[in-house]
């Protein structure tokens, strides 16, 4: 497997990269008023990061508006669409391996942030906060452009949300096939059938194999949070991981851990403290053969941090390799 952490296109982020051993790093989509990924801006930050010895192993999530109206059914998603292929073919030009997307209509879902270990700042889901008071978990930011998230008027149901999916897996991946590109597929965090009247439909392992499934392609399969199916009502990650990289499904990975689980309250904690065997986890990843990217993931927020919280990325990228060097050399 190939450790990465997600890299900011600025020289700061990527010497931090390369001085805690990254090699492989995953970028956001560059945004532009086009609506879609240029390969210009792709082979720019390419070139900033040969400067490190980074290597961009993926890009994940393109701004939301790039793809909101496909994902609501709405009149303009077959112009969206003809750019969302556009955007495959300019990181298959780049030679840029996968496309990470996720399917969640109304974005990211917390409730607050908790003190944990030292005073270190965690995010905190608690389901019947967020249900109290749900325009509150909404992440209003939308950090990845395209302004305040879109609620509808409406409510939308989960078999229309899968047909919103299924059409527009059916006219990307042919695109992505012939540009070898993988598109992996997010789990929704928090991982909840719906909020606010609208559906969340990637909830469930089972929903992760209904998305495979859905259309069959060897580029389509998972980005593999392993900190929202650690999430999920009854689900156990290490089993998720057997299951899907059985499949050779398992594209792309997160590495992140979780005390708790819903249908209650779950915080994102340090490696080393969460419900789950992390040591197990990773065994379970070689176990399968797994070779893409597993990137440190929503690190606790440390004292002294900085706006891309490279003391607490320090912290994981230097747990994450210390426990794969651990298990390569017991074999």
Not at 4 to 18: D, I, K, R, W, Y
Not at 24 to 39: F, K, L, N
Not at 288 to 317: C, K, M, S, Y
Request: with cysteine.
């Amino acid at each position: 497997m190939k450790i990465a952490l997600e890299v900011a296109p600025t020289p700061q982020t990527a010497q931090f990269a390369s001085q805690v051993g990254v090699r492989h790093a995953v970028i956001g989509g560059p945004d532009s008023p086009a609506g879609r990924v240029e390969y210009a801006e792709l082979a720019r930050i390419q070139d900033l990061f040969a400067t490190y010895d980074l290597e961009v192993c993926a890009v994940e999530n393109v701004p939301s508006h790039f793809y909101d109206q496909v994902m609501f059914g709405l009149r303009g998603r077959d112009r969206q669409l003809d750019n969302y292929c556009a955007t495959i073919e300019a990181i298959g030009r780049a030679g840029i391996p996968i496309l990470g997307y996720n399917w969640m209509l109304l974005g990211g879902i917390s409730t607050d942030q908790v003190r944990g270990r030292g005073g270190a700042r965690l995010r905190r889901f608690d389901l019947e906060e967020a249900l109290r008071n749900p325009a509150a978990a909404l992440d209003w930011r939308n950090p990845r452009g395209g302004g305040a998230i879109h609620v509808p008027d409406r409510e939308i149901h989960g078999e229309e949300v899968w047909d919103n999916l299924a059409y527009f897996l059916e006219r990307v991946l042919p695109v992505a096939e012939s540009c070898k590109v993988k598109l992996a597929a997010h789990p929704d965090d928090a991982p909840i059938p719906s909020f606010m009247g609208v559906a969340r439909i990637l909830h469930s392992t089972q929903a992760l194999q209904r998305v495979i499934d859905l259309v069959p392609s060897p580029c389509n399969g998972l980005d593999l949070c392993q900190g929202t199916v650690a999430e999920m009502a009854g689900t156990d990650p290490i089993d998720a991981i057997r299951h899907f990289g059985r499949q050779q499904k398992l594209f792309f990975a997160h590495f992140r851990a979780v005390q708790g689980q819903l249908p209650g309250v779950f915080h994102e904690v340090f490696m080393d403290e969460g419900d789950w065997d992390m040591v197990a986890a990773v065994k379970a990843y070689q176990e399968v053969g797994f070779e893409g990217p597993i990137r440190a993931d929503h690190t606790p927020w440390l004292v002294g941090e900085n706006e891309w919280a490279h003391r607490g990325f320090a912290f994981e990228i230097g747990y994450m390799r210390g426990l794969v060097q651990a298990l390569e050399e017991v074999g």
